[in-house]
Every structure is written in structure tokens, then in C-alpha cells.
T-cell receptor, first 115, second 115 residues
Framework: GNSVTQMEGPVTLSEEAFLTINCTYT??????LFWYVQYPGEGLQLLLK?????DKGSNKGFEATYRKETTSFHLEKGSVQVSDSAVYFC??????????????FGKGTLLTVNP | DAGVIQSPRHEVTEMGQEVTLRCKPI?????LFWYRQTMMRGLELLIY????????DSGMPEDRFSAKMPNASFSTLKIQPSEPRDSAVYFC?????????????FGPGTRLTVL
């Protein structure tokens, strides 16, 4: 079955540091890949997505590249801010077609950015 | 455009009581999902609907849990009788049918505490 593995947290960084959160997946075919972010006390929000191999998703300074050869979708940001403190979830969606629209989520990585 | 609306935001009840959680999806979305989030188990998909029809309820923990979607703008998740281990944050999410990938929009969640 489909699965997502992301690095365990918590991750604590100083403001302006470089961020990497690793995510690898197991799936048949070419799934779509997502990063969701959950701020304290809120629901999850889509941060970025990539729907085919070698696509780069980007938003709010965050980037992730869909690497089919390494089955990875690592999240990066060059300079984090205190406001980036949140839980980050990697997720995949099965290839198009069929009736299975379930997202498979990783366990989440808590990021804390200190001033 | 209003996002996914959930009510109540917080619910405290005693063991054995019936609990009903409510969700209004984004207008025009064809899919509705119910999730449960706990520290121990992370984010779990309980059930999802397509055009008001339940498609996959394999994540529903036991018969005490039931979900309905009587129309395109309303869904309920009911727990009867409730138990302390049901304490969690319950999220509702909706998604349009874009064919090629599944982007889900989450509500703010209902924090349930069963005493």
C-alpha cells in the first residue's frame, strides 16, 4: 500500500536558518505529492504540491521537488522566520483515475523557530 | 468564499454520552473527509464521501462511530456512546474533483474531550 515517511521532530532552528524536512514515499505509479502545514490551533492548509516527476512546488519561500528516482519530496526553505513555527505534513494522493481519493499523510514534523 | 465550517469548536462531555460533530463543506466540492488527530496516532482518515455517498469507512474505529451526509452542504459524525479514548481533534475536509490530484481544504477542527 501507499505510505509516507518523514523525519521525526521536533526541529528547532534560529531565525534565518536553512530548513530541510525529509520526506520519502512508497506508492505504485506516479502519485501527486503535497506538503501541508498546521499552525497552532488550526486545521491543515495546503502549502505546496507537485503532480508529476521533476515538478517543483513552491509557496511562501518553501520549495520541494518531486524526485521519482529517490521517491522523495523534501521540503526546504532558505531562511525561516518565527512565523513558520508549525507542524508540517508530507502527503501523497494516488495517481489519477479510479475512485480512491484518499490522502496518505506522514506523521508530521514540529518546527519551532526561535528569534 | 467561506472555508470548511465545523461546529462546535470545543466539546466536553462525559463518558457514555452521545456526541455529534457537524461540518459544512465548501460549496461545489464533491468530496468530504472526516479525520481524527491524536498525539499517539497522528492524523487518521475515518471516512470519506463522494457526492454524499460514503465511499470508504474502513477507518471508522468501531460501531460507536457513524457518519452521514444527508445533502451536499452538511455532514455529521456521531459517537454513541462516547469513551475517554475518543478524546481527539476531529477535522472535516472537502475537496473538488479535479481529476488529476486531490487537494483537500480542512476545517478548523473540533476538540473533543470525553471525561
Amino acid at each position: 500500500g501507499n505510505s509516507v515517511t518523514q523525519m521525526e521532530g521536533p526541529v528547532t532552528l534560529s531565525e534565518e536558518a536553512f530548513l530541510t524536512i525529509n520526506c520519502t514515499y512508497t506508492a505504485t505509479g506516479y502519485p501527486s505529492l503535497f506538503w501541508y502545514v498546521q499552525y497552532p490551533g488550526e486545521g491543515l492548509q495546503l502549502l505546496l504540491k507537485a503532480t508529476k516527476a521533476d515538478d517543483k512546488g513552491s509557496n511562501k519561500g518553501f520549495e520541494a521537488t518531486y524526485r521519482k528516482e529517490t521517491t522523495s519530496f523534501h521540503l526546504e526553505k532558505g531562511s525561516v522566520q518565527v512565523s513558520d513555527s508549525a507542524v508540517y505534513f508530507c502527503a501523497l494522493s494516488p495517481p489519477s483515475g479510479g475512485s480512491n481519493y484518499k490522502l496518505t499523510f506522514g506523521k508530521g514534523t514540529l518546527l519551532t523557530v526561535n528569534p | 468564499d467561506a472555508g470548511v465550517i465545523q461546529s462546535p469548536r470545543h466539546e466536553v462531555t462525559e463518558m457514555g454520552q452521545e456526541v455529534t460533530l457537524r461540518c459544512k463543506p465548501i460549496s461545489g466540492h464533491d468530496y468530504l473527509f472526516w479525520y481524527r488527530q491524536t498525539m499517539m496516532r497522528g492524523l487518521e482518515l475515518l471516512i470519506y464521501f463522494n457526492n454524499n455517498v460514503p465511499i470508504d469507512d474502513s477507518g471508522m474505529p468501531e460501531d460507536r462511530f457513524s457518519a452521514k451526509m444527508p445533502n451536499a452542504s452538511f455532514s455529521t459524525l456521531k459517537i454513541q456512546p462516547s469513551e475517554p479514548r475518543d478524546s481527539a481533534v476531529y477535522f472535516c475536509a472537502s475537496s473538488p474533483d479535479r481529476g488529476s490530484y486531490n487537494e483537500q481544504f480542512f476545517g478548523p477542527g473540533t476538540r473533543l474531550t470525553v471525561l
